[in-house]
């Protein structure tokens, strides 16, 4: 953390860079991030491999030009956060392979991005509370702003507190935020509530065609679907998915581009998705993981469910 934060002050241009079809926690470490830097006079730059304009992302009022290239000649340090994987670095890989200064901050276990500076904390529930202990590190103000993002991060990766991953330290900081001015009413209703005509649509067509077969369920979202029902995503479907009957373990693939799909995968306690996405080239955690992969769909729907359901045998053979 010394490092990193040592790296930050002397830095004069950065770039923030989220994953690929970001979640709460994503866009929040993100813009907590990008807030901090900039009461320390740094110029900032965020930066999501996404063509997602409406939903959660709305609530964050990205600037314009944030789901476009990043020219490396434009900054000295670049910022990855809750991006364990290079797979889901998106259009960006290239920039952040070669570039020197890459800062990585993250709170997955199972990763493989590369980072000349790396601060991984596992016993986390999300990126977002290590973005919180950077801001007290570095002596920040922690304003209603900054709290709201980190408040709603929480929110996300813990889904309203509900997760395994939920534990003392999440309590803590999130208590701090409300503290410090987060709209706890708000901030659960956006993310927790909400739901317009066209993502009530979206979640009829999810649930008319989940597939269930031996405690595994799944679902394929296509950019046709999205583009009928008038919606970019459907980020907590896929927890609504193992809440059904007795699933133990539950994967959402949605398509990004015309052979490039996205999954996330969800399980119940004593099965762990993490290892089901390393194999795919992805990670995360055992409850909650994902990865991206090209290819054909079909095929690659029945590759991943016969790994969660390898995954579903060996643990229950224990």
Same mark, same amino acid.
């Given at each position: 953390?010394?490092?990193?934060?040592? /790296?930050?002050?002397?830095?004069?241009?950065?770039?923030?860079?989220?994953?690929? =079809?970001?979640?709460?926690?994503? &866009?929040?470490?993100?813009?907590?991030?990008?807030?901090?830097?900039?009461?320390?006079?740094?110029?900032?730059?965020?930066?999501?491999?996404?063509?997602?304009?409406?939903? +959660?992302?709305?609530?964050?009022?990205?600037?314009?030009?944030?789901?476009? %290239?990043?020219?490396?000649?434009?900054? %000295?340090?670049?910022?990855?956060?809750?991006?364990? =994987?290079?797979? $889901?670095?998106?259009? *960006?890989?290239?920039?952040?392979?070669?570039?020197?200064?890459?800062?990585?901050?993250?709170? *997955?276990?199972?990763?493989?991005?590369?980072?000349?500076?790396?601060?991984?904390?596992?016993?986390? =529930?999300?990126?977002?509370?290590?973005?919180?202990?950077?801001?007290?590190?570095?002596?920040?103000?922690?304003?209603? /702003?900054?709290? @709201?993002?980190?408040?709603?991060?929480?929110?996300? %990766?813990?889904? !309203?507190? /509900?997760?395994?991953?939920?534990?003392?330290?999440?309590?803590?900081?999130?208590?701090?935020?409300?503290?410090?001015?987060? %709209?706890?009413? @708000?901030?659960?209703?956006?993310?927790?509530? *909400?739901?317009?005509?066209?993502?009530?649509?979206?979640?009829?067509?999810?649930?008319?065609?989940?597939?269930?077969?031996?405690?595994?369920?799944?679902?394929?979202?296509?950019?046709?679907?999205?583009?009928? !029902?008038?919606?970019?995503?459907?980020?907590?479907?896929?927890?609504?998915? &193992?809440?059904?009957?007795?699933?133990?373990?539950?994967?959402?693939?949605?398509?990004?581009?015309?052979?490039?799909?996205?999954?996330?995968?969800?399980?119940?306690?004593?099965?762990?998705?993490?290892?089901?996405?390393?194999?795919?080239?992805?990670?995360? *955690?055992?409850?909650?993981?994902?990865?991206?992969?090209?290819?054909?769909?079909?095929?690659?729907?029945? &590759?991943?469910?016969?790994?969660?359901?390898?995954? +579903?045998? $060996?643990?229950?053979?224990?």
């Amino acid at each position: 953390m010394k490092q990193i934060i040592k /790296q930050l002050k002397k830095s004069k241009r950065v770039a923030i860079i989220a994953h690929i =079809s970001p979640d709460p926690d994503c &866009l929040s470490s993100m813009t907590a991030l990008s807030c901090i830097l900039k009461q320390f006079k740094k110029e900032v730059s965020m930066f999501v491999d996404t063509d997602s304009k409406r939903g +959660i992302i709305s609530f964050y009022n990205l600037p314009k030009g944030y789901d476009g %290239d990043i020219n490396p000649n434009d900054y %000295d340090t670049i910022v990855t956060v809750d991006l364990p =994987s290079v797979r $889901q670095t998106g259009k *960006h890989y290239a920039v952040i392979s070669n570039f020197e200064n890459v800062i990585s901050i993250d709170h *997955h276990a199972s990763r493989d991005l590369p980072a000349k500076y790396a601060y991984v904390d596992a016993n986390k =529930s999300s990126c977002s509370e290590i973005i919180f202990d950077l801001a007290v590190a570095m002596r920040a103000k922690i304003t209603p /702003q900054i709290a @709201n993002y980190i408040f709603a991060g929480i929110i996300g %990766d813990t889904n !309203c507190f /509900q997760n395994d991953n939920t534990n003392e330290n999440t309590f803590r900081v999130a208590m701090e935020c409300l503290k410090h001015g987060a %709209d706890k009413n @708000n901030i659960v209703f956006i993310f927790q509530k *909400h739901q317009t005509y066209e993502e009530i649509a979206l979640r009829k067509y999810g649930y008319d065609n989940m597939k269930i077969k031996k405690q595994v369920a799944y679902v394929a979202f296509t950019k046709k679907i999205f583009e009928e !029902c008038g919606v970019d995503d459907s980020p907590t479907f896929v927890n609504e998915m &193992l809440n059904t009957a007795d699933n133990k373990i539950a994967f959402m693939v949605k398509q990004k581009d015309k052979n490039t799909y996205t999954v996330s995968l969800r399980s119940k306690e004593g099965y762990n998705v993490a290892r089901v996405a390393e194999k795919f080239g992805g990670g995360g *955690h055992k409850q909650a993981s994902g990865f991206a992969f090209t290819g054909a769909l079909i095929k690659n729907i029945d &590759l991943i469910y016969k790994e969660c359901l390898n995954e +579903i045998n $060996q643990q229950d053979a224990n």
